[in-house]
């Protein structure tokens, strides 16, 4: 297993340096400059304008930015933010447990509405609560989750009046703690709402169609014939031996999750690391954007890597046909 864990680690870190050098030329080449917006609107002198393209490393070429930000990286700096006037990494380190605790929240919702979702509808197949389980799949899987956050605003934050719809706690509020936890839980419910929605569509697809592929095996039929109740049949055998593909699903779909977290903490004014890059991409921040793009990478490798290593813990043949 540690030889397995060794080769996935080798195998992930040219992948990362890859997706680090493709992030960096693609945003370094997006159109605009970031000088304009420096400098603002009004006409500022020629020779001031190039002094802040030199202050910040602008004027060199991409080749060359790109060798001292490999540099900078290695020494484990993220770089200046133009706009913030902070490091990157102070900037992302003061928005990361907003984003956390809002991906986390719908993480958790989708895996366990999905899943029990998808536990109903296979044992039930063909009956009412599956055309239910399917029908809601199919609704909530098309449903964009920005135009989806917008509606729950309308609903129950304008004409209910049940739940905030902006920010993560209210502007006068001085706890700290657990009791800023508690402050947040109102706030949290109709962005993590729409973001699982999609992914409680799609684990419960999922699996269904996983337990239906072993709901007839011989070895089900055997804890039948022993006497077992029905539950504990799709739970301990059925759900057990289909988790391989439920478990992969979830890991390769963390990526996606902190990519729908960028437009519902923008819709939401959610304070995290989707609405600080939103920002920065309108403001043209280099820095920031490479920067939240870099952990973003990061964050998918990492969970692909754990995704595979989970794999190889359920199905040892794994660690021996890769």
């Known amino acids: 297993m540690w030889l397995y864990i060794l080769k996935r680690v080798a195998q992930a870190i040219p992948?990362?340096?890859?997706?680090?050098?493709?992030?960096?030329?693609?945003?370094?080449?997006?159109?605009?400059?970031?000088?304009?917006?420096?400098?603002?609107?009004?006409?500022?002198?020629?020779?001031?304008?190039?002094?802040?393209?030199?202050?910040?490393?602008?004027?060199?070429?991409?080749?060359?930015r790109l060798v001292l930000y490999l540099?900078?990286?290695?020494?484990?700096?993220?770089?200046?933010?133009?706009a913030n006037r902070l490091s990157v990494a102070e900037l992302i380190g003061?928005?990361?447990?907003?984003?956390?605790?809002?991906?986390?929240?719908?993480?958790?919702?989708?895996?366990?509405?999905?899943v029990s979702l998808g536990v109903i509808a296979a044992r039930g197949r063909g009956k009412l609560p599956d055309v239910f389980a399917q029908v809601g799949a199919l609704v909530g899987y098309?449903?964009?989750?920005?135009?989806?956050?917008?509606?729950?605003?309308?609903l129950f934050a304008v004409t209910l009046a049940w739940l905030p719809s902006q920010g993560m706690r209210s502007a006068r509020s001085v706890a700290t703690g657990f009791s800023a936890f508690l402050e947040t839980l109102p706030y949290l419910i109709l962005p993590a709402?729409?973001?699982?929605?999609?992914?409680?569509?799609?684990?419960?697809?999922?699996?269904?169609?996983?337990?239906?592929?072993?709901?007839?095996?011989?070895?089900?039929?055997?804890a039948r014939a022993k006497g077992l109740s029905e539950w504990r049949v799709l739970i301990a055998h059925v759900l057990r031996n289909a988790a391989l593909p439920i478990v992969t699903v979830i890991g390769y779909n963390v990526g996606l999750l902190i990519a729908g977290s960028a437009l519902i903490e923008t819709v939401f004014s959610w304070p995290g690391?989707?609405?600080?890059?939103?920002?920065?991409?309108?403001?043209?921040d280099y820095p920031v954007m490479t920067g939240i793009l870099l952990m973003v990478s990061l964050t998918v490798v990492v969970a692909n890597l754990l995704t595979d290593l989970a794999y190889a813990a359920l199905d040892p043949r794994v660690r021996y046909t890769r």
């Open 193 to 222: 709402s729409a973001l699982s929605v999609r992914f409680i569509a799609l684990f419960s697809r999922i699996t269904r169609s996983a337990m239906l592929d072993v709901l007839h095996a011989d070895f089900v039929l055997g």
């Open 142 to 154: 098309s449903v964009p989750d920005f135009w989806l956050g917008q509606v729950l605003i309308i």
């Open 15 to 64: 992948l990362l340096l890859g997706v680090v050098i493709v992030n960096f030329v693609l945003i370094q080449l997006a159109p605009g400059d970031p000088v304009t917006l420096l400098v603002g609107d009004f006409p500022a002198p020629e020779e001031y304008v190039r002094q802040v393209r030199a202050d910040f490393g602008l004027d060199r070429p991409v080749q060359e």
């Open 273 to 284: 690391i989707g609405r600080l890059l939103f920002d920065s991409i309108t403001k043209r």
């Open 94 to 114: 003061n928005r990361i447990g907003a984003t956390l605790q809002l991906m986390l929240t719908a993480l958790v919702a989708a895996i366990v509405i999905g």
């Open 71 to 82: 540099g900078q990286l290695a020494r484990g700096n993220l770089g200046y933010s133009f």
